[in-house]
């Protein structure tokens, strides 16, 4: 999809310059802010119309923004909606911190599991998961109540489910057959 290419490439130099000048924090403060924009359908919307006039997206975009974000970071949401295609901002941003991980060799993982786990629960399972990943890894817990028991863990694109409610699927599976 031409968007998403262009939005990693938007990130990538982005990243480049950051890691180059020693701005990646300040880059992630810039994203944080422009959360005011990409949690908005209908203001992404109106900075996407091709027929707004480019001086009142700016003035918009001035008003939401004031000084919150460097002159880069405006320059990059003016880029965008001067091309029509503030809705790759998201893309970009979740690129941007992709890249972020990478060079920090951090594996971002996401485990659902049917209960709160207690610290020592999870103690152990980042234990366990840690060996897939290379670097050091940040955890993301959430309760999924239809697992029953046991997690699914999220790590980059690979899943790991160790859940109850897989296992007794592939228990009636095999049945079946």
Known sequence: MKTDSSSQRFSQAIFSLALE?????????????????TSNMELISLLDRPDLDIELK?????????????????????????RNIVHTLKSLIDHFHQLVDSNK???????????????????NLEAFLAQ???????????????LIGGFIA????????????????????????
């Open 21 to 37: 000048n020693n701005a990646i924090d300040t880059w992630l403060t810039n994203f944080n802010e422009l959360e005011i924009i």
């Open 58 to 82: 700016t003035k918009i975009i001035k008003e939401l923004l004031g000084t919150s974000i460097s002159p880069e970071a405006f320059n990059l949401i003016h880029l965008l909606s001067k």
């Open 105 to 123: 060799q951090l594996t971002r993982i996401t485990i659902e599991s049917a209960t709160k786990l207690n610290p020592d629960q999870k103690t």
């Open 132 to 146: 897939f990943s290379k670097g050091s890894i940040k955890t993301n817990y959430l309760i999924n109540d239809t």
């Open 154 to 177: 999220k790590i980059g694109d690979r899943i790991l489910d160790a859940s109850i409610k897989t296992r007794l699927k592939q228990l009636n599976q095999s049945l079946k057959n």
